[in-house]
């Protein structure tokens, strides 16, 4: 027997260890994981020189639009990916009609222009939309769908609409017969709140990234946060809480999760990792965001909140739009986060001792794979499984910049050094990354086939 790779001398990180391991690649898949020298041939080995081998990462929280063609959208964003470890993005679609009219021209398109796996969310904003949600499980395969519930004033410049609750509580109750992978999410900001206290925080003179957070506080997120625990409880209905920004969150889910209820909190990684006050942010709409960044004590609570397992997911909520640089109250909010999600989550959490490599693992590949269906075959270094993965190197130390992350688009850690930078990228046994090239082609990409839902599988994850 002879296989096509080998990726030796690596330590293995999975959610339960870390193992020094070589791991055996064929047509795509993890054949092996052993002691080098008990494993077949291969045609090409990798020396992964003692470093951490990850599960291709599996970002659960990706928009791929803006103002630019999707055909070049879908590959310029998906090489970012690739560059930051990223193998599958859950992306974000809208339509404002019906998806039957928009998203199959979409779909063709992820097919023939993306380098990594993907599936999709789709962005609910309509009671007719609402109705059609069992044909969008049927016909797509798509079971998640998220709803803002508030944040983005009627005629914002983003296009979005906030939805009344009469809108999710019917989609609830749609969403419940989904099965396993059937999820309601929730964009948790009340848009009158926000309204309002814009309004008064632009009259007192406020132009600063300060206070445009102190525009969108913690408690206009909280108090949706808990409206749509209390709908969803009613409901019987999954609930996923993209980019979770208040500590608060994170007792709220518990509480909800002791009751045997499934509250499933994401967050982000400038969530973790910066704050409203950063100086290097202040004075210019790059750290606009929405939610918008907090403070330090709501940041410790979310670190908790992952050790502790009551934050299941980080998602990079990538957004490529340029930045107009208009000042704050103009500029467009959200920022890219494809290529380096992963060095944050590694510099600010594994090598400032908050977090385990494993709980890296467990809440960028495994989780995020398991709660969208796409587990087994992606977010584990398993035999059997996709050969989605990459070595990281926890070393040399990196400035953000256009000519690391290889991006037209801004991130908010733009100048900020990060260590734990990918080295090589595997996806389905294909180097689509490494030492700075991105290798695949447009089009290399898959779209992710979900196994049927078994609609009589306990949907509580977490209370098992
Ligand atoms: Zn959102």
């Given amino acids: 027997m002879r296989v096509d790779t080998i990726v030796a001398n690596g330590r293995i990180v999975s959610p339960s260890g870390v193992v020094d391991a070589a791991v055996a690649v064929a047509d795509g898949r993890i054949v092996a994981i052993a002691d080098e020298s008990v494993l077949p041939e291969a045609a090409e080995r990798i020396d992964a020189a003692g470093r951490f081998v990850l599960p291709g990462i599996v970002d659960p929280h990706v928009h791929l639009g803006g103002g630019r063609p999707l055909s070049e959208i879908f590959a310029s964003e998906t090489a970012c990916a690739a560059v930051g470890g990223v193998t599958t ?34 962005i609910i904003s309509t009671m007719e939309q609402v109705e059609e949600i069992p044909r969008y499980a049927a016909e797509f395969g798509v079971t998640s769908f998220k709803f803002y519930m508030g944040g983005y004033e009627p005629g914002n410049p983003i296009g979005l609409v906030s939805v009344n609750d009469a809108v999710l509580y019917a989609a609830m109750e749609k969403i419940r017969e989904l099965g396993p992978y059937g999820w309601c999410m929730v964009h948790c900001e009340d848009d009158s709140l926000v309204c309002h206290l814009t309004a008064k925080v632009k009259e007192s003179g406020g132009d600063d990234l300060a206070a445009y957070s102190a525009s969108r506080p913690d408690f206009v997120e909280e108090q949706d946060l808990l409206r749509a625990i209390w709908l969803a409880d009613l409901q019987e209905c999954s609930l996923y809480v993209p980019h979770t920004t208040v500590g608060m969150a994170v007792d709220a889910a518990a509480e909800s999760r002791r009751k045997g209820r499934t509250v499933v909190l994401e967050t982000c990684p400038h969530y973790l990792a910066l704050t409203a006050d950063d100086e290097r942010l202040a004075g210019s709409g790059v750290g606009k965001v929405a939610p918008a960044l907090r403070n330090e004590a709501h940041q410790a609570e979310l670190w908790r909140g992952l050790r502790e397992g009551w934050i299941s997911t980080i998602g990079s909520d990538h957004v490529p739009i340029p930045k107009s640089g208009k000042g704050i109250w103009e500029e467009a909010p959200g920022f890219a986060g494809l290529a380096t999600m992963l ?11 908050r977090i385990a490599i494993e709980k890296v693992a467990e809440t960028m590949a495994y989780n995020p794979a398991r709660l969208f269906g796409l587990a087994p075959t992606k977010g584990s270094i398993q035999v059997g499984a996709d050969a989605d993965l990459v070595i990281v190197d926890m070393e040399t130390e990196k400035v953000v910049g256009p000519d690391v992350t290889q991006s037209e688009f801004v991130s908010a850690f733009e100048g900020v050094p990060l260590r734990g930078w990918p080295t090589l990228t595997m996806r389905r046994g294909d180097v689509i990354y490494r030492d700075g090239e991105v290798l695949a082609q447009p089009g290399s990409g898959q779209v992710v086939v979900k196994p049927e839902p078994d609609k009589d599988k306990e949907r509580n994850w977490h209370a098992a």
């Fill in 89 to 122: 993005v859950l992306q974000y679609r809208r339509s404002p009609s019906t998806f039957f009219e928009t998203f199959p021209a979409e779909l063709e398109t992820a097919k023939t222009r993306m380098l990594v796996d993907t599936q999709f969310h789709f």
């Fill in 343 to 353: 060095p944050v989550v590694l510099t600010e959490g594994v090598l400032k001792g």
